[in-house]
């Protein structure tokens, strides 16, 4: 298989809000940035619409 890199990001995590079916994908380069990411996407969902993220579960 080959592996496409996007800017040097080998990894992606995707976040969905399900009250409001808000997505989104972000690269990564390392798994350290994943709490980050977390961040930044819970700070959108509390800016685009008007509510927080409660819960979360993980699928693996």
Do not use: C, W
Request: charged share 35%.
């Amino acid at each position: 298989m080959k592996v496409v890199f996007h800017n040097k990001h080998t990894l992606f995590i995707t976040f969905v809000d399900e009250y409001s079916d808000f997505g989104q994908v972000y690269f990564l380069k390392r798994y350290d940035e994943v709490p980050y990411t977390f961040h930044e996407f819970d700070r959108k969902v509390r800016m685009q619409h008007d509510t927080k993220v409660k819960k979360f579960k993980i699928k693996a």
